[in-house]
Every structure is written in C-alpha cells, then in structure tokens.
C-alpha cells in the first residue's frame, strides 16, 4: 500500500469505529423516542391552552384587565384594551410636566403574553413619554421594562437625550394618537 493509501485506510477504519460508537442501543432509541413523544404533547397542550386563553381574551378583554393592578397609588389610570385583549394601556398624572407646547407624562402598557424586546422578554412597560401639542409629536425619552406584569421584576431600562432623540409624527387612530390628545388636553 502506498502512503497515501495507508492514511486513507486508517481514516476510514477510524470512522467505522466512531459511528459503531455513536450508534443507538435499541434502549436509547425507546427512551428518546419516548422523550420526543412527551415533548410534542407538552408542546400540543402549550399551544392548546394559549388558544383557549387568546378565545377568552378576545371573547372578554376587560376579564384580563380585571386581573391587572391599576397602581392608582401611582396615578395610573386605564385608558383602553386592545379588541383581543393583547395589551392594556394606562397613563398618570403624576410627575405631568408642561413647559409651552410640550407635555412630558408617564405611560404604562401591560401586555397578555411576553413581548421581545432588546432586553429580552417583558410583560410591561413604562414611559416617559414627551408629546409637543403644537407640532402634534411625540418621543420617548425613557423606557423601563419588566418581566412581569404590574410594573414587577427585575427592570431594564433605555434612556434617550432629550438633546438627541428624533421626534415622530402622531399617527391618526392609534394608540399614540389616544395617549396625544389626552395628554395635551391636560394643563389647559
């Protein structure tokens, strides 16, 4: 055999030796066939309890709202669920800031399932929100996430400049709009 030949057959013998190793005993193949069966039937009731609990919701979005801490402690006040019943929204008077045209107030969105955001998976979040009422804009100048509904875990927040966050058009009908015009019609 020549040199070449040699490594080729030694490689190949290798190989044969680590798929005899790698193989399944009949055992192994019963217990992970076992194992994949338990997860798709955990996976089939997840899914099957999260549309039940989506039917609910949607059937009855204020019951999912009930459930909420309205923190009126903290000036919170609900302002409206979504048709499904994906998220509420609540803003506060408390810490309300005008300075000319500009209103800066806090906001407070819960929300059914987690929502992803940079840091990760969160149930809730606050704002602190600046709407100019003039130029009908709005930017956030502060986001605080949590991993639990009600404001609960551990926080991450993102924190802009005032000096440097851009500020974005109100668009008509959505929940910024809602949020706008109750905002600007405070501190009249």
């Given amino acids: 055999m020549g040199k070449y030949t040699k490594?080729?057959?030694a490689v190949a013998a290798?190989?044969?030796v680590a798929a005899t190793c790698m193989a399944q005993t009949p055992e192994q193949e019963k217990a992970w066939a076992v194992d994949?069966?338990?997860?798709?039937?955990?996976?089939?009731?997840?899914a099957e309890r999260l549309a039940r609990e989506r039917a609910a919701r949607k059937a009855d979005p204020m019951a999912w709202v009930g459930t909420l801490d309205p923190m009126s402690g903290g000036g919170w006040e609900f302002r409206t669920v979504a048709n499904d019943g994906a998220w509420a929204a609540y803003s506060s008077t408390h810490q309300l800031k005008r300075s000319g045209q500009v209103v800066s107030v806090w906001l407070r969105q819960?929300?059914?399932?987690p929502q992803v955001g940079s840091s990760g998976p969160y149930l809730s979040a606050v704002e602190k929100t600046q709407y100019d009422c003039k130029k009908q804009q709005t930017r956030?100048?502060?986001v605080i996430y949590y991993p639990i509904n009600n404001i609960q875990g551990a926080a991450q927040t993102e924190e802009g400049d005032a000096r440097s966050t851009p500020w974005n058009a109100i668009v008509p009908g959505t929940r910024e709009e809602m949020?706008?015009?109750w905002a600007c019609s405070l501190g009249h």
Avoid: H, N
């Fill in 140 to 142: 956030d100048l502060l």
């Fill in 110 to 113: 819960e929300y059914a399932e």
């Fill in 7 to 9: 490594a080729a057959a």
């Fill in 14 to 16: 290798a190989l044969a």
């Fill in 179 to 181: 949020y706008f015009l």
């Fill in 36 to 46: 994949r069966a338990r997860a798709a039937a955990d996976a089939q009731a997840k």
